[in-house]
């Protein structure tokens, strides 16, 4: 058998880690839950959420991927016994049915950009939406649908080295340079110092009211932005050659995808007050309503939309990757299949399971409520329980490697885990399926 892929420098492996974690859930999703979820008393409990229980589960999942040099299926049945064999599924299972409308959202932004260099917003909300159904259903929308599919076949056709891990060495940073540059211009915008307010300080009264739809929403969101809960860091663990200090690696990876998220807010709702557009419309075709709208008012709103949407698609793009990256690892490895027919085969099939939500945006937030308060929670739930209890003694000591003693860090990380973690998804795995039938 061929030797596995893994790859070339350390940089490599935290920019395609980077470029998995940032992407529409930090630029689409995530300003959109805060407006749909009551404004910064959201941030504050998803930002406790990255810190307590994201960060020590994308370590689980490291440990997990480092230690087995395998896909998130293989890996899993490899260290389990018992009735925690089959749960690599369960990731399988989640990373298609993302990836499926993932694909979806992102060919609407490859379509904002086109509309953007026309400077084809339309200025009022009413219109905007119209403009919105056109873009997100029907035809259209499967084509970008396809496009998106194909880049993303091409990139991971080539492989570890040559496909992802040359796509996120520019992708990234010219991701984070954009986004900056676009806080930047929003700070000038007239109606910025409400919307800071809006996003950045707390309404306690909110937050206890409501605590049973922002508990699972913060948590699911963390999980999303972080690509947790569903193999991902796994998967990229695995073509981890030689040791290195995961901890340091996952700091620096969560650190950059709270910082894009966070910087997003301060992007998109500075555009939003300043349009005069509420900011608190719900659902998944919200973001873009209200900044088409919002770029239809502006000054020179269709070259900053398209540069804007085109930030966005490339974020896509980098997170996209990773996703397919996690189901064809597993045809690879467990099926010996060949990586180009892995990946084209397996599109085929995902693009097909995405259809449905080009028929009809309800179906859509569908796919993504349950994906979010439910699928990548139970991963996460799963991965704790399993790293936390089942097999803690040999992943402090994985952990270790390339780190040293971690003495009461280890400890703290595997109670972290044991306790918080478990609990805390539990409960909110519990809230996300009464939450979804209501
Ligand atoms: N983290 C990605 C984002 O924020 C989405 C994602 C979720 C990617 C799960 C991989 C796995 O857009
Ligand atoms: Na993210």
Known sequence: MAQRESWATRTGFILAAVGSAVGLGNIWRFPFQVGQEGGAGFVLIYL????????????????????????????????????????????????????????VVAGWTFRYVLLGLQNDYVADVAGAEQQFLSVASGLDAVLFH?????AIIVIVGFGIRRGIELAVK???PAIIVIMIGMAIYAFTLEGSGEAYA???????????????????????????????????????ASYLGEDRNLAEDGLIIVGFDTFIALL??????????????NPGSPGAGAVFVTLAAAFGEISFGGLIGAIFFFTVAIAALSSAISILEVVVSYLIDEHGMDRLSATTIISVVIFLVGLPTTYDIVVLDLYDKLVNDILLVSGGFLIALFVGWEISD?????LEQGIGDLGSWGIAWLWLLRIPAVIGLLVVVLLGISGYYD
Do not use: C, H
């Open 48 to 103: 406790l959420f990255i810190a307590l229980i994201g960060f020590p589960v994308m370590l689980a999942e490291f440990v997990i991927g480092r230690r087995t040099e395998l896909n998130p299926v293989g890996a899993v049945k490899q260290l389990a016994a018992g009735r925690f064999r089959y749960a690599g599924w369960l990731f399988f299972t989640t990373g298609f049915l993302i990836l499926s409308y993932y694909s």
């Open 146 to 150: 396809a496009l998106f599919m194909l």
């Open 394 to 398: 040999f992943a402090i000591d994985e």
């Open 198 to 236: 809006y996003y950045l300080s707390p309404d306690f009264g909110y937050i206890g009211s409501e605590w049973q739809n922002i508990l699972p929403a913060a948590a699911g969101q963390a999980f999303f932005t972080l690509s947790l809960g569903m193999g991902v860091m796994i998967t990229y």
């Open 264 to 277: 997003a807010g301060l992007v998109v709702f500075p555009i939003f007050f300043s349009a005069g557009v």
């Open 170 to 172: 520019v992708m990234v």
